[in-house]
């Protein structure tokens, strides 16, 4: 199974801020790799498909970017509804996996 | 709106069988694979199975394999997992969620899960 790990484990961060994420994989997923965001008790959201493809509706302070197998999701400039844990996934090879996520909190 | 709704969560003691049900709207349900994906409380999340747009493709994980099987009923834009022998380790929250193609796994890589349920707690005592 492919393995994934994200940095950091959590941050905190203010509106206004640039924030950024890393997802590492075992081994190389080409540019397979997606981005959820997810807040409590609300359904999980895709943000970025194809390493840097901006999900349909989804606003472009987000963004995605790959170099070999490091994957970044940033986001340009928080805002109050930011404030959630971020998931990084492959989808090169099943099991399909997901990174142990990101929480993103205020400051 | 493109919209899943879970159900049939609930108490049970370990070894016995559940049924989830997620109910489709708003989008064309037989074009797309659909997929179970849970979070297990205080964890991250897992996929758990998927299905083709016509049943035609199944996979799993191997820790439920031989006891959860996925289903759909196009005719009526549902997708199914019954889950027998359930173990406390399969406590979890269950989501279904909609493949943004048709089958559950696309070689291409191109697979992502682009519409999700708010999920339904399975909660399995010893």
């Known amino acids: 199974d492919i393995q994934m790990t994200q940095s950091p484990s959590s941050l905190s961060a203010s509106v206004g801020d640039r924030v950024t994420i890393t997802c590492q994989t075992s081994?190389?997923?080409?540019?397979?790799l997606n981005w959820y965001q997810h807040k409590p008790g609300k359904a999980p959201r895709l943000l970025i498909y194809a390493a840097s493809r901006l999900q349909r509706g989804v606003p472009s302070r987000f963004s995605g970017s790959e170099s070999g197998t490091e994957f970044t999701l940033t986001i340009s400039s928080l805002q109050p509804e930011d404030f959630a844990i971020y998931y990084c996934?492959?989808?090169?090879?099943?099991?399909?996996?997901f990174g142990p996520g990101t929480k993103v909190d205020v400051k | 709106e493109a919209q899943l709704v879970d159900s049939g969560g609930g108490l049970v003691q370990a070894g016995r069988s559940l049924r989830l049900s997620c109910a489709a709207s708003?989008?064309?349900?037989?074009?797309?694979?659909m997929h179970w994906v849970r979070q297990a409380p205080g964890k991250g999340l897992e996929w758990v199975a998927g299905?083709?747009?016509?049943?035609?493709?199944?996979g799993y994980v191997d820790s439920v394999k031989g006891r959860f099987t996925i289903s759909r009923d196009n005719a009526k834009n549902s997708v199914f997992l019954q889950m027998n022998s359930l173990r406390v380790e399969d406590t979890a929250l269950y989501f279904c969620a909609k493949d943004s193609g048709p089958y559950w796994y696309d070689e291409s890589g191109s697979d992502s899960f682009d519409i999700w349920g708010q999920g339904t707690t399975v909660t399995v005592s010893a």
């Open positions: 081994q190389t997923i080409e540019y397979y």
């Open positions: 996934q492959q989808s090169y090879s099943t099991p399909f996996t």
């Open positions: 708003g989008f064309t349900f037989d074009d797309y694979a």
């Open positions: 299905i083709s747009y016509d049943s035609g493709g199944l």
